[in-house]
C-alpha cells in the first residue's frame, strides 16, 4: 500500500477524544466526587473517602475509556 494512502486512511479513521477528570469536595468532609466529562457533558462519576483516591479513580476509568475503541 503506497505511503500517501495508508496516511490518508489513517486520518479518517482517528477519532481524538478530550476526556477530562474533575475531582471535587463534597459537603461531607471525608467525601470528594470525581467524574470523566467529555466536552462538558460528564459521562461516568463516582466518590471516594479522599482526594488522593478520588483522583487516582477518575484516573483509572479516563484511560480505560480511551483504551476502548471507538467505532467510526
Not at 461516568?44 to 480505560?64: I, K, M, P
Amino acid at each position: 500500500m503506497p505511503t500517501q494512502t495508508h496516511v490518508g486512511k489513517m486520518a479518517k479513521e482517528t477519532r481524538v477524544r478530550l476526556l477530562e477528570v474533575i475531582v471535587s469536595a463534597q459537603k461531607e468532609p471525608t467525601r470528594w466526587k470525581w467524574h470523566v466529562s467529555e466536552g462538558g457533558l460528564e459521562l461516568v462519576h463516582g466518590y471516594a473517602t479522599s482526594r488522593e483516591t478520588a483522583q487516582r479513580d477518575g484516573d483509572s476509568v479516563l484511560f480505560a475509556m480511551l483504551s476502548v475503541p471507538q467505532a467510526p
